[in-house]
């Protein structure tokens, strides 16, 4: 069954560095979406893409945040300067369409320090 | 902002007695989706509703969404050790998805 991957699993940082998360939607996907979770909170949305630009975002998204689908394959999360409330697990979801199944990627903990 | 609230926060049962978990939102949802995370895992789609009043069933699970499209509820019959993990409810609101504050479900063997 296809999935979502990500990469890495876990990224330690210095408070202030630029950190790239990774993620391979499933192939026949066409929305993108990035989401956090704090440890032990709940989920909360980011971002979501489709046709190669943002359709939706949070108030969490800011300026230090963007997205991006470099190839065919890939779509990535920047921070540019990592703050300490940074620290959290971020997801990657795909779906079919913008109203059906997100299909979770297995996350990415980012911990800044 | 938009919220959607989940009650209970914790719920601790012992296998094979059930077990709800209701969503509340102060909005009109669109749709709403259910999703399990296991601990140390990764959100898994559970079903989605789409239609006021609609119930869904997946074996021992009983979705519901209500008549307003405020709020929905997920039931489990009879626990089982396996249904272990955090249960969270997601209602769309414009585009968005709202994921609810999950409901904690631990079985006690």
């Known amino acids: 069954e296809p999935e979502v991957t990500q990469t890495p699993s876990h990224q330690v940082t210095q408070m202030g560095q630029e950190v790239i998360l990774r993620c391979v939607p499933i192939?026949?996907?066409?929305?993108f979406y990035w989401y956090r979770q704090i440890l032990g909170q709940k989920v909360e949305f980011l971002v979501s893409?489709?046709?190669?630009?943002?359709?939706?975002k949070s108030e969490i998204f800011d300026d230090q945040f963007s997205v991006e689908r470099p190839d065919g394959s890939n779509f990535t999360l920047k921070i540019r300067s990592t703050k300490l409330e940074d620290s959290a697990m971020y997801f990657c979801?795909?779906?079919?369409?913008?109203?059906?199944?997100?299909?979770f990627g297995p996350g990415t903990r980012l911990t800044v320090l | 902002g938009q919220q959607v609230m989940q009650i209970p926060q914790y719920q601790h049962v012992q296998e094979g007695e059930d077990f709800t978990t209701y969503c509340n939102s102060s909005?009109?949802?669109?749709?709403i989706q259910w999703y399990k995370q296991r601990p140390g895992g990764h959100p898994v789609f559970l079903i989605q509703?789409?239609?006021?009043?609609e119930v869904k069933k997946q074996k021992r699970l009983t979705f519901q969404f209500g008549e307003a499209k405020k709020n929905s509820s997920l039931h489990i019959t009879a626990t089982q050790t396996t249904d272990v993990g955090t249960y969270f409810c997601a209602g769309l609101i414009g585009n968005q998805f709202y994921f609810g504050t999950g409901t904690s479900l631990t079985v006690i063997p």
């Open positions: 893409f489709y046709n190669n630009e943002i359709s939706e």
């Open positions: 192939s026949n996907h066409l929305y």
């Open positions: 909005t009109t949802l669109s749709n």
């Open positions: 509703l789409v239609k006021s009043g």
């Open positions: 979801a795909s779906s079919v369409s913008g109203l059906s199944t997100q299909y």
